[in-house]
């Protein structure tokens, strides 16, 4: 399904984005991995390098090629280190990279970000995802976080709030709707990761363990890949700005608990 396509992978050290630059080079893709540190096994070409910072996102945008068909920005932090650390890399660093190799992007191709079932709330929060979301450049993720009065423990759902609301206004964005490229997003729920201990610590056990009950059990990575590539591929070609629940039937439990029916 993604023969002779090249597809850049961020976050490929483990868990769903690992699984992910797997099941890409198995379709047929040729794959370039980033991530902070190099996973145990390897996965087509990989990239060490830092989305916490311009720095670091010019650094990586500079080494990858001058055409790819797609980006699965996969790489992300739990929140466990704060709000401003975690904006930065899940929302600052994760855009910054992506219009910066916008350029870059094939004509047709295709950006996928990997949200998540915290970023339920966008609706009731959306004057703030908004705000966010239409900032420029790579504002002090600490400034935006004190401006918005964002606590701690609220940073990984806040971020993916944001992520959800900015691939809405991405997909209709010149610099990709212009050229083709269609910007989409995946939510997972709870997934069996080595990140998930992290979340239970930033989220809580209840939350968590009520997530899993609510669809029978956590997803996994293999879960998760499948849906990321198929929005990769030419047989999403005419889907955009649009977000698909994978997480079990989870998003629907809530939805459905919060509007009452």
């Known amino acids: ?14 868990g769903i984005g690992r699984r992910t630059a797997e099941m890409a080079g198995q379709m047929g893709a040729t794959v370039i991995g980033i991530d902070r540190s190099p996973p145990e096994q390897s996965i087509g070409q990989v990239l060490i390098g830092d989305l916490s910072t311009p720095k670091g996102v ?3 945008a500079d080494a990858l090629p001058e ?5 699965c920005n996969v790489a992300g932090l739990s929140g466990q280190s704060g709000a401003a650390e975690t904006l930065a890399v899940n929302f600052f660093g994760l855009r910054a990279l992506t219009e910066t190799l916008a350029p870059k992007i094939r004509e047709g191709g295709s ?11 966008w609706r009731q ?10 900032t420029t450049g790579f504002p002090d993720a600490a400034q935006i976080v004190a401006d918005h009065d964002i606590p701690n423990d609220a940073g990984y759902p806040v971020s993916k709030e944001i992520l959800l609301v900015w691939t809405m206004l ?12 269609r910007v989409n997003a995946v939510s997972p ?8 201990q992290q979340f239970r610590e930033v989220l809580g056990d209840a939350r968590v ?9 956590a997803g996994t990575a293999e879960d998760i890949a499948p849906a990321i590539l198929f929005l990769c591929s030419d047989a999403a070609r005419w889907i955009n700005g649009t977000n698909i629940a994978t997480d079990g039937g989870l998003e629907a439990a809530v939805t459905a608990s919060a509007y009452g029916f």
């Open 125 to 134: 929060n959306a004057a703030r995802a908004a705000a966010i979301a239409r």
């Open 189 to 196: 729920g709870p997934v069996e990761t080595p990140i998930l």
């Open 111 to 121: 950006v996928v970000n990997v949200a998540s079932i915290a970023g339920f709330g």
């Open 67 to 71: 055409r790819f068909d797609g980006l």
């Open 170 to 181: 991405a997909a209709h964005q010149a610099h990709f709707k212009n050229r083709g490229i």
């Open 58 to 60: 010019a650094a990586i």
């Open 209 to 217: 363990n009520a997530d899993v009950e609510a669809v029978g059990r």
């Open 1 to 14: 399904m993604l023969f002779g396509k090249t597809i850049v992978v961020t976050g490929v050290a483990s």
